[in-house]
């Protein structure tokens, strides 16, 4: 190594200094990394939990007090500017907050917690966000997530949809109770697309060469290829996924994606680099307010619906409120104006109510924008169509590994 | 005790820094191998097994993001290299009483984040944006032609965010270079080009030395451009790693491919030390 840097510091025109290392200074380099080594070399525990048993959860709760302060973790655009609803939960109750835009992505988000978790650290949140999927299950089976005590979430009980309750992948909400849904489906810049898109198979026309974004997100783009396939994503399988990841791969080599997309489609397809792209349904519709040309569409042959759901992280420091605060979020007042700011599928039916009455007292522009938003089947989806939205297929952890192996060489060219 | 304390004080003297050394760096490579070594997977824990055939699997798997970032980096470091030279050249040879200025504005980006200029690259270069737009309009380009999410535009991007890291070490050597020396290579009858190719660039090579190593090894590891300007096959190895550890959290993979990227960065730049090696720097600045 010295010898490499030394041209860089010595001086051109000096003496050449005997600043190679020397043996015992090797020696003693070697003998650290051993000691290295041997620390490091104890590997790592295995975390796997057992579902809890209702006296565990009983035990949990049994003696926790109100502490008058929470500090919640979420995604960015998740909470109206002014956070209002934070404001009136904490004139309700006394209990003071912080609301922390933490959360960006699932993998990155678990993927940064997993260490201070596995060593008994808290987090430093309360309250924290994650959509259903691979790492929500793997929060779940690591025994990372308090189990939640319903009796004090009374407004959960009495007003949450009952599409939102116990759900596939968090059996009787026991760990889990959803901030909002959303939709995934196709995104169009009407600017340059002036047919109407109505099947997923649009995303697979060599018309839009080029002008296609896919999602980089394993879960997503499977689902639609099967979407494509007709396989219904819950019930699918090995089999099943090659073929989906078959149609992937036809799709990438005829050149017609683009690109795999994390959040940053939005703007592609804003602006004009992309004219087609998987999407979230809330972000196009806060982009449509903002007067760009894009439109949502969820394709004939289905589209995904996932939850982003609130969970209460080991090590909690404030269990008790955050309780308090997770329910108080399922006040139809309060769902609504989370709602008309978020644009995404509330999980409280009551909203589309408060909404529709609201509609009366408002006049012009706005009137309009509400008028939309309570008629709008992604915002307030109908039974029929809840009937073409799937969710991820939960996977175990042999499934995962399977599963991995054949979207994630798709998105990693 | 004078003797003794003189005889310990560059010991003491070497200290901090040889905890620092020890501490972030001895330790964290030494954790990383002995992670790439272990076998399993989150849910039921890593164990140590001495897996050195992880090597071999994660380069199958990945050897075409591995050779593909060597290649990028390589273009990028020496599309530099002809661009930062010059700069380097004319800012400490002509630049005269407004050097610091010049300085300034080469260093000014870097108060602006990393990432945020390269999403601004992303609006400056969007097929419909101020760019492309008015050429598309102009007749110029094709109509399909675009910049963002190609190879081109992934390199462009480690081009611009290195390129300071370039023109400083070699605007420093060249700073240094003694203007009598090359007065006596002229009085010597060397013309402008040799005095140039047999005096200022030998004595210059140092900081070119330094200024490759500086902006190769970053470039060759960085994820963020490849996230932010590539297309569906511009994944370099940074952003494997990225996904092995995040997305995947399979520790081993992800820190056999770091250490496998960091034995092959410093494989390169012993080599590249050897072939312009400082000894022959020393040789030529000699001659």
Not at chain 2, 62 to 83: D, E, K
Request: glycine fraction near 8%.
């Amino acid at each position: 190594m010295s010898q490499l840097f030394r041209g860089l510091t010595q001086s051109r025109f000096g003496r050449q200094d005997a600043s190679l290392v020397t043996r015992r200074q090797a020696l003693r380099l070697a003998g650290l990394s051993a000691a290295g080594l041997a620390l490091a070399a104890c590997g790592v525990q295995g975390q796997k939990a057992a579902p809890p048993r209702q006296s565990e959860m009983e035990k949990f709760w049994a003696g926790k007090q109100k502490n008058g302060k929470v500090v919640f973790a979420n995604w960015p655009e998740y909470m109206p500017e002014g956070r209002d609803p934070l404001k009136t939960f904490q004139q309700e109750t006394g209990i003071a907050w912080e609301y922390k835009e933490v959360i960006q992505d699932n993998a990155d988000f678990f993927g940064k917690s997993e260490p201070q978790l596995r060593a008994g650290q808290p987090l430093g949140y309360d309250i924290v966000v994650m959509t259903n999927g691979i790492h929500f299950t793997k929060m779940q089976q690591l025994g990372y997530l308090i189990p939640l005590d319903h009796a004090q979430l009374p407004n959960f009980a009495a007003n949450a949809g009952t599409k939102f309750k116990n759900p596939s992948y968090d059996a009787n909400n026991t760990y889990s109770i959803p901030f909002q849904a959303g939709i995934t489906g196709i995104a169009v810049n009407t600017e340059f697309v002036k047919e109407k898109i109505t099947s997923i198979q649009s995303l697979w026309d060599p018309k839009y060469k080029g002008k296609v974004g896919m999602m980089s997100d394993t879960q997503e783009i499977a689902n639609f290829a099967m979407f494509a396939l007709g396989i219904d994503p819950d019930k699918s399988t090995l089999p099943d996924w090659e073929k989906a990841g078959a149609k992937l791969k036809e799709q990438r080599e005829a050149g017609i994606v683009r690109k795999y997309y994390d959040q940053s489609y939005i703007d592609a397809v804003a602006r004009g680099d992309i004219w087609l792209s998987m999407a979230w349904s809330g972000d196009v519709f806060q982009r449509q307010l903002a007067g760009e040309p894009v439109e949502f569409v969820v394709p004939q042959e289905g589209g995904t619906i996932w939850v982003d759901s609130m969970m209460i992280p080991k090590g909690a420091a404030n269990p008790v409120d955050a309780l308090a605060l997770m329910d108080y979020l399922y006040k139809p007042d309060t769902a609504a104006q989370l709602a008309e700011f978020i644009q995404y599928v509330t999980p409280v039916p009551a909203v589309k109510d408060v909404l529709s009455a609201k509609v009366g007292s408002l006049s012009g522009e706005d009137k309009k924008a509400m008028e939309l938003m309570v008629s709008s089947s992604a915002i307030f989806p109908s039974d029929a169509d809840y009937a073409r939205l799937r969710s991820y297929k939960t996977l175990s952890n042999a499934e995962e590994q399977s599963f991995q192996n054949i979207f994630q060489p798709i998105t990693q060219g | 005790m004078r003797r003794v304390r003189a005889a310990l004080a560059p010991y003491l003297l070497a200290l901090p820094g040889g905890l620092w050394l020890a501490v972030f760096l001895v330790v964290p490579i030494a954790t990383m191998a002995s992670v790439a070594l272990q076998t399993g997977n989150l849910m039921d824990g890593f164990s140590q097994t001495f897996n050195i055939a992880i090597f071999g699997e994660v380069f199958a798997q990945y050897h075409t993001q591995f050779l593909r970032s060597i290649v990028y980096g390589g273009i990028a470091t020496v599309i530099m290299l002809v661009v930062a030279y010059p700069m380097a050249y004319w800012i400490a040879f002509k630049a005269g009483r407004r050097k610091s200025v010049y300085l300034f504005l080469i260093l000014l980006p870097f108060f602006v984040s990393f990432v945020l200029r390269t999403i601004s690259w992303g609006f400056l270069l969007a097929d419909d944006g101020i760019v492309l737009a008015p050429l598309r309009d102009l007749g110029l380009i094709p109509d399909d032609f675009h910049i963002l999410a190609t190879t081109t535009a992934v390199i462009g991007g480690l081009v611009y965010n290195f390129l300071p890291f370039m023109v400083l070490p070699i605007y420093v050597a060249l700073e240094r270079v003694d203007p009598r020396v090359i007065e006596a290579a002229q009085d010597l009858y060397a013309g402008r080009f040799q005095a140039f190719v047999r005096v200022v660039l030998p004595l210059s090579l140092p900081g070119v030395f330094a200024g490759v190593l500086m902006t190769f090894i970053p470039a060759t590891s960085d994820p963020v451009n490849a996230q932010i300007l590539g297309g569906t096959s511009n994944t370099m190895i940074g952003n494997i790693i990225y996904t092995e550890y995040l997305v995947n959290n399979d520790y081993p993979a992800a820190s056999a491919l770091s250490f496998m990227l960091m034995a092959v960065l410093l494989i390169g730049i012993f080599v590249y030390a050897r072939a312009l090696g400082t000894e022959n720097v020393m040789e030529a600045a000699a001659r």
